[in-house]
């Protein structure tokens, strides 16, 4: 199963990714390391996994990737709405979370292809993958 973790306006929510149900946890905060050096322009938010970096970019489209720790970068998700968070797999780089201010976008294959979930998050602010509790990567 995977999930991941949404601040939002209602606080911070847990959603499972595959039937997208939404549980709001209590007293629960999204975990995330220090920021992301991406040396680019207009960056919204961004995160790193080994080599791999993604970030969020006010332009459309909303996100370009580097596979080699920010030398070189390449412009993703066309179709997706302009973002507000991005969350990669520490344990898999090529599962990417995208967050618009409502919406969630999952990649499996490093940003080339993206799933829409239906479910809509009042204002989102942070993402985060579930990783490393039992039962939820």
Not at 57 to 80: F, I, Q
Request: charged content about 20%; some cysteine; aromatic content about 4%.
């Amino acid at each position: 199963m995977s999930c991941a973790l949404v601040a939002c306006e209602l606080g911070v929510a847990r959603v499972d990714l595959d039937d997208e149900a939404v549980t709001l946890l209590d007293d629960a905060s999204i975990p995330r390391g220090g920021p992301v050096e991406t040396g680019l322009p207009l960056v919204v938010d961004a995160d790193a996994a080994g080599a791999t970096v993604v970030a969020v970019v006010d332009r459309r489209p909303p996100l370009v990737v580097s596979h080699d720790a920010g030398a070189t970068w390449s412009e993703v998700g066309a179709g997706l709405p302009a973002g507000v968070a991005v969350a990669i797999s520490a344990e898999h780089p090529d599962r990417v979370l995208f967050a618009s201010r409502e919406r969630l976008f999952v990649s499996t294959d490093g940003g080339r292809f993206w799933r829409a979930l239906a479910l809509e998050l009042p204002g989102i602010t942070a993402v985060s993958w579930c990783e490393g509790a039992e039962g939820t990567g």
